[in-house]
Every structure is written in structure tokens, then in C-alpha cells.
């Protein structure tokens, strides 16, 4: 019942820029914490941009401040994450996360309750 789908990956250069979609069902997205994750292989799941319920509170990872931005339209039950100046280092699968609390942070995955499938973003030359 519950579900959430992330689209909007693919293969871009350094320097373009993608937007990312995550269509929740199930659920009403505006009473949940939000967040963005990344996974590349042989890593360890990061978070990259998480948002509190309310919106009072965002928080971004350093490698991708003032590049990155998260939203989200209530209307759409959809969350998005603008991603600009896109560099190689940012090759990974993106996931988009929800979290039953108001406000669970965007350093422990752990805390998030629900989880797309996850889309692929390579950034090469």
C-alpha cells in the first residue's frame, strides 16, 4: 500500500542538471520528514538533503550545498531534489526516504521509515 517512486535519473555531463521526482502513495507526504540518499558501489549509503515535515528545518552534505536543492509539492505528494553544476562524484543511485517523526536529521538512514526503489544519476564526460 504504501509506496514511494523516484524517476528522473540518467546520463548527464559535468556541469548539467537533473531533477529528481519521488511520488508517494499509501500516505501524505507534508506530515512526514523527508530525505534524499545516495548509494555508490562499494559505499556506504549517505544522505544528501533531508527536510523536517514542517519545513523549518533542511539540512544539506557539504559536497552538495548551494548545488543541491530539496522541495516538495503537497499537492503532487511528491518530493523533489533539484540537483545543478552536477560532477562526477555524484554518480550513485538515489533513493528517496520518508520518516514517520517530524524531524529525524539526514545523518543515520536508519531513522527513516520508507524507501523507493531507488534511480540511477551517472555524471560523465
Known amino acids: 500500500q504504501v509506496q514511494l517512486v523516484e524517476s528522473g535519473g540518467g546520463l548527464v555531463q559535468p556541469g548539467d542538471s537533473l531533477r529528481l521526482s519521488c511520488a508517494a502513495s499509501?500516505?501524505?507526504?507534508?506530515?512526514?520528514?523527508i530525505g534524499w540518499f545516495r548509494q555508490a558501489p562499494g559505499k556506504e549509503r549517505e544522505g544528501v538533503s533531508c527536510?523536517?515535515?514542517?519545513?523549518?528545518?533542511?539540512y544539506y552534505a557539504d559536497s552538495v550545498k548551494d548545488r543541491f536543492t530539496i522541495s516538495r509539492d503537497g499537492a503532487k505528494n511528491t518530493v523533489y531534489l533539484q540537483m545543478n553544476s552536477l560532477k562526477p562524484e555524484d554518480t550513485a543511485v538515489y533513493y528517496c526516504?520518508?520518516?514517520?517523526?517530524?524531524?529525524?536529521?539526514?545523518?543515520?538512514?536508519?531513522?527513516?521509515?520508507?524507501w523507493g526503489q531507488g534511480t540511477q544519476v551517472t555524471v560523465a564526460s
Open positions: 499509501g500516505f501524505t507526504l507534508d506530515h512526514n520528514a
Open positions: 526516504a520518508a520518516g514517520n517523526d517530524y524531524d529525524v536529521g539526514c545523518s543515520l538512514p536508519d531513522l527513516y521509515d520508507y
Open positions: 527536510s523536517s515535515s514542517s519545513g523549518g528545518s533542511t
